[in-house]
């Protein structure tokens, strides 16, 4: 069973690196251009180390640390190449409720992701 902790460890970490680590390029480029989606992963992917080094002894378990990392830095890219574009869209049409119905969706797709891998591996 997963642990208050995790899941506050998870969160926490998630947020710092999905919302406060990301900068305004990154935000408004990831959207259109790669690169920036690129960039925001991988500023997201040191995010994810930080769940890894406080969740797990990784000496001992260097191969479910690297699964994680690798299996939610992926999902995480292919989640917001979908949904950037689709928020991007809304917030362009001033349809602001459809836009944070995206964002909303965006966050549950990132936590069910992030959750159910630390389950899963470990």
Do not use: P
Request: aromatic fraction near 16%; proline fraction near 0%.
């Amino acid at each position: 069973m997963i642990s208050l902790y995790s899941i506050s460890t998870i969160l926490i970490c998630h947020w710092l690196a999905d919302f406060f680590f990301q900068t305004d390029e990154m935000a408004k480029g990831k959207s259109s251009d790669n690169k920036w989606l690129s960039a925001h992963v991988g500023v997201y992917s040191c995010g994810l180390l930080a769940v890894i080094l406080l969740n797990y002894n990784v000496w001992e378990h260097a191969g479910i640390a690297v699964a994680y990392l690798a299996i939610n830095a992926v999902a995480h890219f292919f989640t917001d190449w979908v949904t950037s574009r689709a928020s991007s869209s809304m917030w362009k049409d001033n349809r602001i409720h459809d836009f944070f119905t995206i964002i909303g969706f965006d966050q549950t797709l990132h936590y069910l992701t992030l959750i159910g891998t630390f389950i899963w591996l470990s």
